[in-house]
């Protein structure tokens, strides 16, 4: 065999291994190499990499490998739950109750827990959570969470803006894909995101092939918005995409910030001069910690504007996964979209009951959130304790763990006005810089690598969410018992101190 033919013949079956095929094997149809390119660019940080080492290191530890640490903490992700943060007993006793009807006559729970129950279920087909709702959610719940709304803002809600969905995100995700212009180059929809940002909106843009367009926060304004950083933002990207849409945090993540209600109108004035769609994400409504901070909602703000600003369009959402609930395992979530073109609607719809209808486990959650016990109720006093504790315990965090970041030398962290994470700055040395940049990984992840394999904490690099360049942070949620708090800025200074020495 010369060595042109044995060339060709090695080529050939390289080609074959790409495309999925080895010997005693079937050529498979769909590889890395020809599937989806947009979904094969996505990236989610908050499940990246550094978790999956972190779940590595605690099945080692489980097995009795040894490390200079005893447990794993992880301090990724915004699962209150899973950091043992207790279930609210009323949204357990409800949903119990509709999961198994027979507990209605055991006499084990409070009249307005079965009276709530009951009143779901009236409204389930055959009585039973167990049956399809309407695409949209139960009319019920819809209206519950309308009347929510009015409360909350003032202002009236219509029930038939509002639909549920499989947590906050299929929402959102459902609300981009109507921004989609189904086109490339510069006729591709743009969606300016702020940085930082939640991985979400980073990862769909990619999934449905829009152009990201990046606005900064202002981390010496505490991650505040800065109109002019707009202006430059979309003015920058005008021959690159059509710019539909923006995306506001509020309040932040990751960042942890709360919009002044001043700032929530500049942006406001911003989207109708530019002619924007707002898409509000507002799921940490009710985590509001730093004194002088409040939270406003979006559409209250537009309202309260007049006639000439509330008419825009405007997208907000809600979910159970956060505030002091913490039912992420359920995906309860809501949308209401408000002054949405009627044919628009139509389409947003019938997209919707392509998906059938959102768990209505969740949805039952949901309505414990948006209709729960009023004082008098037999179930609100638990209720008012358990609301209070979380919430109570959170903001002492949010105070524990700004205070702690900022007494440890070369990092620096704006105070966490609310939502459940801090974002604090690690100010790197260039020597780490390069060492890292010659292992080809960016210096905050490999910052957090070796954090990781240090100390067993498991926190996110910032690059997962965005960053200007030249400064590195990572994300840590505030969610552990305050006890964990305290051993991971333990473990942190620890690390961080000696970390910094070796590369002096």
């Known amino acids: 065999m010369t060595v042109f033919r044995r060339f060709l013949k090695l080529r050939f079956l390289s080609q074959l291994k790409m495309a999925g095929y080895t010997a005693g094997q079937r050529r498979t149809v769909l590889t890395v190499e020809n599937m989806n390119p947009h979904v094969r660019k996505m990236e989610y940080a908050v499940r990246g990499a550094i978790v999956v080492r972190a779940k590595e290191i605690d099945k080692e530890i489980k097995s009795g490998v040894k490390k200079p640490f005893p447990d794993v903490i992880s301090c990724n992700i915004g699962d209150a739950h899973a950091m043992g943060q207790k279930p609210l007993t009323f949204i357990r006793q409800v949903i119990a109750c509709c999961t198994n009807p027979e507990l209605l006559n055991s006499g084990k729970y409070p009249q307005d827990v079965m009276d709530k129950a009951k009143r779901i279920l009236a409204d389930c087909k055959g009585g039973s959570l167990g049956s ?66 939640y991985p979400l909106y980073s990862a769909t843009n990619s999934e449905y092939n829009a152009y990201q367009v990046n606005y900064y926060l202002n981390e010496e304004r505490n991650w505040g918005l800065d109109v002019s950083e707009l202006e430059r933002s979309i003015n920058e990207a005008r021959d690159k995409c059509q710019v539909r849409a923006i995306v506001i945090i509020n309040p932040g993540n990751p960042t942890g910030q709360v919009l002044t209600k001043e700032n929530i109108q500049d942006i406001i004035k911003f989207a109708k001069k530019e002619h924007l769609f707002i898409l509000a994400d507002e799921v940490y409504q009710h985590n509001i910690y730093a004194a002088g901070s409040e939270f406003h909602s979006f559409k209250k703000v537009m309202t309260e504007m007049g006639p000439e600003y509330s008419q825009m369009e405007l997208a907000s959402f809600m979910s ?185």
């Open 132 to 197: 399809y709702s309407d695409s949209l959610g139960l009319e019920i719940i819809r209206r519950d969470i309308a009347d929510y709304i009015t409360k909350r803002d003032g202002h009236p809600a219509d029930w038939q803006n509002c639909f549920l969905s499989t947590g906050a995100s299929d929402g959102i995700k459902s609300m981009l894909k109507l921004m989609m212009t189904g086109e490339d180059g510069n006729k591709r929809a743009g969606i300016m995101i702020p940085i930082p940002q």
């Open 320 to 504: 159970t996964s956060k505030g002091y609930m913490g039912e992420c395992g359920y995906r309860g979530g809501y949308c209401e979209v408000i002054n949405l073109d009627p044919g628009v609607k139509a389409q947003l719809y019938k997209s919707l009951s392509a998906k059938l209808c959102p768990t209505v486990s969740g949805q039952s959650a949901m309505d414990c959130v948006v209709n729960h016990p009023k004082e008098g109720d037999l179930s609100y006093d638990l209720w008012l304790k358990e609301k209070t504790f979380v919430l109570s315990e959170l903001k002492r965090k949010a105070r524990l763990v700004t205070d702690g970041f900022n007494s440890i030398e070369g990092v620096k962290c704006n105070e966490v006005q609310g939502a459940m994470y801090s974002f604090p700055r690690i100010f790197l040395p260039e020597k780490l810089i390069k060492e890292a940049e010659s292992k080809g990984m960016k210096p905050d992840v490999f910052y957090c690598f070796n954090f990781l394999e240090e100390t067993g904490v498991c926190v996110v690099p910032g690059s997962g969410f965005g960053q200007r360049d030249g400064t590195y942070h990572f994300r840590m949620t505030i969610l552990p018992p305050t006890e964990k708090i305290e051993e991971v800025l333990s473990r942190f200074k620890d690390f961080h101190t000696k970390f910094m020495a070796k590369y002096k």
